[in-house]
């Protein structure tokens, strides 16, 4: 792949250190604009803690990620977030108690312009853009494929838990969206609209997505380049026929021949 | 998984949770209801002097026990320590209205009473303003150390809090903070008298007007929860119940958790300072021991009886503890004297059996907020994953 323009996202040398273990190790990564690609890798493979390292969650030991060309490295979570990029996470995350709709309204939260004066005294732009988020809230909800839009978080189907919490990751509009396991726990019908879903994010909206995920029938349909990851470290990448056939790919997954 | 989820999936009645019924329609009741009380009051009763002052009481811990809710109740910080913003409040209407600092000379729209007065007399009600100002930035700077902390560790640093600021005021007879040596407390005997309410140039309202005292509390009382139900269903109200909920998750959506941390502490402050400035006004005197660590316990009682993050149950709560402390025990008093025993002497007593029946029978308070009703009863296993890294694992950083 060769990009004219700079890449959206490029994480450059990136390890991460717990005590001893090296969870991540020299990572380097790009994510081209209006792209799908992929992360995979066999459990403990260090992919969820590269995630982490790019969102905010943990600070890189070494290495930088510049984002959109803006310098988001070790950055809090919710600069990264505002800077645009959202997330899902492997264990739902979800706010358990308030409702969907409440939920999304919630991702929106760096795009709302309320200042606390106006929120008290709920001024006419406080009003308007409040009537904007829930209305947007809904259109997002619509958009994953989710019918009960007042429904609280807890009780909806795990399914649905999902796709709400792709909702409230598009609702900061990002220009990247990560998905941690979205497909963990659903069925093939599921999977297959998730990745319909995927794709209309890409088309309709130009967004990247950056996907980690073990059901490979998705990552290789949906992927333009799949990065491959274990014990922290890169061990391929390419396009999916390219990964597939690689050697260090199968035996990462299937062991080597004794 | 997902059958496991739908097997034991709880149901709240009302899915709709802040938009049921219009939260105006209680609140012009429950203001309406509150109006009409001296009335009542007045018509049924000949003496009504010792329920009027404990209503007086009543309202001022009414706007405490929101302010508290909002700290608690709405963003989840166990705070110990509420006192303190009382404390500060109460000095500042002392500071800004009495004699204490003879040697000024500052006058802005006292009463009549005040107007020849040496010292610094600035009128009630711009008090109220300057003193919720001055909490609110104090509960800022008293929040701040404590935002890294969760659960028992802020509990312990608030009630560390709630300790030493009675005793800063109580040693600043020569300077504060060891600067100067203006006396600001005047120790444990604290300052007395303060400036009663009134309007500029007229004569103020006496110790004894409980009915017009009475209103100006309820004024307080309406401006506190007008203020707790816009905030509760705003973008801030929505970001404190995510941070409660799940901060790692709140972060990752762009919520900053220190600045929303620290707007529910100067809020929750604000209105402690307010209660606090109408508290000193109305008793005319401020010293430290009403500032006891009882008293924050006192308040979170409220919250927790009435229905933590309910606003219309904190209400309730903070009626219903007031006036039996402040009033039902005494009237008991009356009765039981003539065999000899004061029930006001077990008081502690009878709070404790209440709340331990309360905590028993109904842990989620008079009126629980529907998401903590679902919090305490929740019995379901979270969804989760085998390799779920835990929240520990995340480092939620926040500066």
Not at chain 2, 56 to 81: C, K, S
Request: charge should be neutral; proline fraction near 5%; include cysteine.
């Amino acid at each position: 792949m060769s990009e004219t323009t700079a890449p959206l996202l490029v994480a450059s040398n990136v390890s991460k250190v717990f005590g001893g273990l090296v969870a991540v190790n020299d990572v380097s990564f790009t994510v081209p604009h209006k792209a799908i690609v992929s992360l995979i890798g066999p459990n403990g493979a260090g992919k969820t803690t590269f995630f982490n390292c790019m969102t905010g969650l943990y600070k890189p030991t070494t290495g930088t990620v510049v984002f959109d060309g803006k310098d988001i490295t070790a950055k809090r979570a919710d600069i990264v977030t505002d800077a645009g990029m959202a997330r899902t996470f492997q264990n739902i995350k979800l706010f358990r108690t308030m409702s969907a709709v409440e939920n999304v309204q919630v991702g929106m939260h760096p795009r709302l312009k309320s200042r606390i004066t106006g929120m008290i005294l709920r001024t006419p732009f406080v009003r308007r853009e409040e009537q904007g988020a829930r209305d947007k809230a809904r259109e997002l909800l619509d958009m994953v494929g989710l019918k009960r839009h007042d429904e609280l978080a807890m009780n909806l189907p795990y399914g649905d838990q999902r796709r709400l919490e792709i909702a409230r990751a598009l609702a900061s509009d990002p220009k990247l969206l990560l998905l941690d396991e979205p497909t963990a726990g659903m069925n093939p019908q599921e999977s297959e609209q998730l990745r319909s879903l995927m794709e209309r994010v890409r088309d309709e909206r130009g967004i990247s997505v950056l996907l980690i995920e073990h059901d490979m029938k998705v990552v290789m349909s949906v992927s333009e380049h799949i990065t491959v990851l274990e014990s922290g470290t890169k061990i391929a990448e390419g396009g999916p026929q390219e990964v597939r056939a690689n050697p260090r790919v199968i035996e990462a997954y299937l062991g080597s021949q004794a | 998984m997902s059958t496991a989820t739908a097997a034991s999936t709880p149901v709240l009645k009302k899915p709709k949770l802040s938009r049921g019924t219009s939260p105006w329609i209680i609140f012009l009741s429950v203001v309406g209801a509150l109006a009409l009380f001296p009335v009542v009051v007045d018509t049924l009763m000949t003496d009504d002097a010792s329920l009027m002052k404990a209503s007086l009481q009543a309202l001022a811990y009414i706007v405490m026990a929101l302010g508290l809710n909002i700290v608690v109740g709405f963003a989840g910080l166990l705070d110990l320590g509420y006192v303190a913003f009382y404390a500060i409040g109460a000095f500042v209407v002392a500071w800004l209205g009495s004699s204490h600092f003879a040697d000024a000379d500052i006058h802005i729209l006292a009463s009549s009473a005040a107007e020849n007065l040496p010292g610094i007399h600035v009128n009630f009600f711009i008090v109220l303003l300057i003193g919720a100002v001055f909490t609110a930035i104090w509960g800022a700077l008293l929040g701040a150390p404590t935002l890294r902390l969760r659960g028992d560790y802020l509990a312990i640093v608030t009630l560390a809090f709630g300790e030493i600021v009675p005793r800063v005021f109580e040693n600043s007879t020569s300077g504060i903070f060891g600067i100067g040596s203006t006396d600001f407390s005047n120790g444990k005997q604290g300052i007395q008298p303060i400036d009663s309410i009134g309007f500029p140039g007229q004569l103020p309202i006496g110790p004894f007007e409980n009915v017009k005292l009475y209103y100006i509390g309820l004024a307080l009382v309406a401006i506190t929860l007008f203020i707790n139900i816009m905030l509760r269903d705003s973008r801030m109200g929505r970001a404190w119940i995510a941070v409660r909920e799940d901060e790692v998750a709140a972060s990752a959506m762009g919520i900053n958790l220190v600045r929303t941390k620290l707007w529910a502490y100067a809020i929750g402050a604000a209105l402690g300072g307010f209660a606090g400035v109408y508290f000193g006004a109305i008793n005319t005197s401020v010293n430290v021991d009403q500032f006891a660590f009882g008293k924050s316990v006192f308040i979170l009682c409220m919250v927790i009886i009435g229905g933590m993050g309910n606003i219309w149950g904190v209400v309730l709560g903070a009626i219903a503890l007031s006036m039996l402390n402040s009033f039902g025990l005494p009237e008991l008093n009356k009765l039981s004297d003539p065999i000899g025993f004061q029930v006001t002497s077990i008081s502690f007593g009878i709070f404790g059996f209440f709340l331990l029946a309360m905590m028993i029978l109904r842990p989620e308070g008079f009126l629980p907020s529907g998401r903590r009703k679902l919090e305490l009863h929740d019995e379901e296993p979270e969804v989760a994953i085998p390799d779920d890294p835990g929240d520990q694992a995340y480092e939620v950083r926040q500066s």
